[in-house]
């Protein structure tokens, strides 16, 4: 599939989940095979453009992660279209906004989901940065507001008129937050009321459903969140069905060693910046990386948050998950990862 001239080798795309989706996690992603597309964690639109340090490290990324969408949020037009201008000068494939999230803090600073309830709001702010930047302009949105404020197809006209290159549609409202069931029926309406590609989410934690959605529902891609935090080889199975392979089945051992590769990718995490790998806004400079007991009590909190959505599903992962949230060093979670999944050698940073 194409998102304006950017050709996807395969349609199915890593969501920005805060806190997750970082730029370890999606290398890690990205080896595994069959993810077409990474989007960032959420960026303050005000944040790249005053340039502060902590926002910018959100929307740094690797070659390794092309194609990258960098997704910002924020509500001012002219700002969101300088900082759409910083995204497009740190080269990323794609700049995304985000009309989706509905958590208050951001709801309330009219970004977010809440940009759903103003529509003309909502295109200008597309329109200044299609008018801006020359890379694809994206919007992700929910199904609406609430179950009385479903304007979904109405807002992704609006927005593919105003120059949105590709929109993704969750399908539940910013008052269901993640409860209840994503409507793809829904999803499909809004795919059907678009000439631009749209990409649905919600719900898709097996390969299986990826596959199915892609097939059914109408739309052009499947974004993966939750799904990929509790398998992160979801797009590689996917990508296997669809071609009509056989799935590829994942051993215990493999799991660990996502663990334990993600782990040593977070503990070198600032080591690359001296290699020149990493993409950072232009003129800004890259933060001194942290104490190494801080560095190591920021790992194990990055764990123990996959953790509990890792372990689902797997025969003894409650107590996984509960000796993971115990473990207070890196060598301890080292030896909790190789024990429970039996993993035989040791692993070197990559």
Known sequence: MKIGTLQLDHPVALAPMAGMTDTAFRRLVKRKGGCGLVVTEMVSSEGLVRG?????????????????????FGGDPAVMADAAEIVQGMGADIVDINMGCPVPKIAKHHAGCSLMRDPAHAASVVRAMTDRVRIPVTVKMRAGWNEHEMNAPTLAKMVADAGAAAVAVHGRT?????????????????????????????????????????????????????????????????????????VREVSAEERGRFLLEYIELLLNERVGEQRGFRHAAPGAE??????????????????????????????????????????ESIDALRDTIRTFFSVSEELVAG
């Open 286 to 327: 890259t933060s001194a990386p942290a104490p190494a007991r801080g560095r190591e009590r920021w790992v194990i909190n990055k764990i123990r948050a996959l953790g509990s959505w890792y372990t689902k599903g797997l025969i003894g992962g409650s107590e996984l998950r509960t000796t993971i949230n115990a473990t």
């Open 52 to 72: 502060i340090d902590r926002t910018l490290e959100y929307a740094e990324y690797t070659e390794e992660e092309r194609p990258v969408s960098i997704q910002i």
């Open 174 to 246: 910013a008052a269901q937050s993640y409860k209840g069931e994503a409507d793809w029926t829904f999803i499909g309406g809004v795919a059907n009321a678009v000439d631009i590609p749209v990409f649905g989410s919600g719900d898709c934690v097996e390969a299986g459903h990826v596959v199915d959605r892609l097939r059914d529902s109408g739309v052009s891609g499947v974004l993966v969140g939750r799904g990929a935090l509790r398998n992160p080889w979801i797009f590689a199975q996917a990508a296997d069905a669809t071609h009509g392979g056989a």
